[in-house]
T-cell receptor, first 111, second 114 residues
Framework: DAKTTQPNSMESNEEEPVHLPCNHSTISGTDYIHWYRQLPSQGPEYVIHGLTSNVNNRMASLAIAEDRKSSTLILHRATLRDAAVYYCIPNYGGATNKLIFGTGTLLAVQP | DTGVSQDPRHKITKRGQNVTFRCDPISEHNRLYWYRQTLGQGPEFLTYFQNEAQLEKSRLLSDRFSAERPKGSFSTLEIQRTEQGDSAMYLC????????????FGPGTRLLVL
């Protein structure tokens, strides 16, 4: 399984961009990179995924390094509702595709 | 609402009692996962179904735990003879078997064993 490294916590001001980094140096060539987030007292929520190219959706952007050993989740304008734990999950757990969560990054957004 | 639902949302029980949780996945999803999350940690995989077949169980799933998914629709997770260490959030997720296979999570069932 690919090992991931994320900062334990980050802080942002409201309406400013946030860049959440993730290192996954042991990722295999076919592993998608998934990001999920978990708001307080809720189940995890899918944010975005990518394989090789940078990706954008309505929630965020995902920038993937050319060697795929790291990625960055970009929230273009943080809101108070973005305060959550963000998980970078670069691998599927074998044939079952189970998600292997680390401890994630706790994002605090200040008004 | 067509998302994943779980019932109950909260359960308080005494040590030694049995508890059962239910998960209703998104209707067209053929895969269903159970995870457990303790305070301050990320969710940990417990077990997985493809349709009605239980295809993988984690070592975390002791013999006091059993899960079923009759007819490949809803699933139940039963814990027998609960212990205080079973206190956690139990999360269910469902997905459609097609890469990248995004999983959609329910709100979870929070269990407290006294």
């Amino acid at each position: 399984d690919a090992k991931t490294t994320q900062p334990n916590s980050m802080e942002s001001n409201e309406e400013e961009p946030v860049h959440l980094p993730c290192n996954h140096s042991t990722i295999s060539g076919t592993d998608y990179i998934h990001w999920y987030r978990q708001l307080p007292s809720q189940g995890p929520e899918y944010v975005i995924h990518g394989l090789t190219s940078n990706v954008n959706n309505r929630m965020a952007s995902l920038a993937i390094a050319e060697d795929r050993k790291s990625s960055t989740l970009i929230l273009h304008r943080a809101t108070l509702r973005d305060a959550a734990v963000y998980y970078c999950i670069p691998n599927y757990g074998g044939a079952t595709n189970k998600l292997i969560f680390g401890t994630g990054t706790l994002l605090a957004v200040q008004p | 609402d067509t998302g994943v639902s779980q019932d109950p949302r909260h359960k308080i029980t005494k040590r030694g009692q049995n508890v059962t949780f239910r998960c209703d996945p998104i209707s067209e999803h053929n895969r269903l996962y159970w995870y457990r999350q303790t305070l301050g940690q990320g969710p940990e995989f417990l077990t997985y179904f493809q349709n009605e077949a239980q295809l993988e169980k984690s070592r975390l799933l002791s013999d006091r735990f059993s899960a079923e998914r009759p007819k490949g629709s809803f699933s139940t997770l039963e814990i027998q003879r609960t212990e205080q260490g079973d206190s956690a959030m139990y999360l269910c997720a469902s997905s459609f078997q097609r890469p990248p296979e995004t999983q959609y999570f329910g709100p979870g069932t929070r269990l407290l064993v006294l």
